[in-house]
């Protein structure tokens, strides 16, 4: 779900500790790594700030979002494919590289196979709506673990990390799935990604198909991250001792 928050729910916290929905101590990871994630935030931080600068210009002066992924798509598909380290991140904060591996995963299709390669729906509304979602998702979320591990958490970005969810994670979903549903129709006439038979390796992919299942996928999906990210907040912000099966 490419609008998740991480931490297995929503956006997709994949840096953030699954016990307690803190940051790990420096002295468990050792210092050039503490400095590396540290830094990794902050720039993460800094470069959706970018985009939400751009955006918002360019919405000021234009009057309209139509052209505005074409202004803005070199630096979210920059940010959005860096957020692929995260995987490897795992190895050192103790979070599922599963699940981390399928959220990151999602929002690189979502740049990449949908919005970068079908060209016709770029300036569709639904567009527009889960990079606002993103945006204001990965703002918070980068932010949290910034501040989180400079050991300074200013309790709004706390509160926001685990509040702004319950409303931006499904709007970022329908955003997600308007947009795949856009682009069925040029996908269907163009044959993109597809793999037809005869061919010398017998084998047959239709990429419209593909489609069809992934937003059939959001079905079972959804619920689980979701109900799994209100957990998260139930622990984090009321105190809640909630015993989950590990990831």
């Known amino acids: 779900m ?7 729910g929503a956006g997709n916290g994949s840096l953030e500790e699954k016990e307690s929905g803190k940051a790990a101590a420096p002295r468990r990871r050792g210092s050039v790594t503490t400095a590396w994630l540290i830094f990794y935030n902050i720039t993460m931080t800094a470069g959706w700030l970018v985009l939400a600068i751009a955006m918002v210009r360019f919405y000021m002066e234009k009057g309209t979002h139509k052209g505005l992924y074409k202004n803005i798509q070199k ?9 692929l380290l995260e995987i490897i991140h ?7 590289m599963l699940v981390t591996g399928v959220q990151v995963s999602s929002r690189i299709f979502m740049v990449w196979f949908i919005t970068h390669s079908v060209k016709q729906i770029q300036n569709e509304d639904s567009v527009i709506l889960f990079l606002v979602v993103w945006t204001v998702t990965e703002i918070t979320r980068y932010s949290f673990y910034t501040f989180n591990m400079l050991n300074h958490l200013p309790y709004f970005i706390k509160w926001a990390r685990y509040n702004f969810f319950i ?6 979903v329908i955003g997600e799935l308007l947009t795949i549903y856009a ?6 006439r163009s044959g993109m990604f597809s793999v037809r038979l005869p061919n010398k390796y017998n084998v047959s ?23 799994h990210m ?15 099966k590990d990831d």
């Not at 630096?75 to 957020?83: E, H, P």
């Not at 409303?167 to 970022?172: C, H």
């Not at 992919?205 to 109900?227: E, G, T």
């Not at 957990?231 to 009321?238: D, G, N, S, T």
Request: charged residues 15%; neutral net charge.
């Open 2 to 8: 490419a609008s998740s928050e991480e931490d297995g």
């Open 167 to 172: 409303i931006l994670y499904p709007v970022g």
């Open 75 to 83: 630096t979210l598909k920059f940010f959005q494919t860096f957020a």
């Open 230 to 244: 209100l957990r998260q907040r139930r622990k984090v912000l009321h105190g809640e001792v909630i015993v989950e």
């Open 183 to 188: 682009a069925l129709p040029y996908v269907k």
């Open 205 to 227: 992919f239709d990429y419209y198909y593909f489609l069809l299942v992934v937003m059939a996928s959001y079905v079972p999906l959804f619920p689980q991250l979701y109900f």
């Open 90 to 96: 795992c190895a050192v904060v103790h979070t599922s």
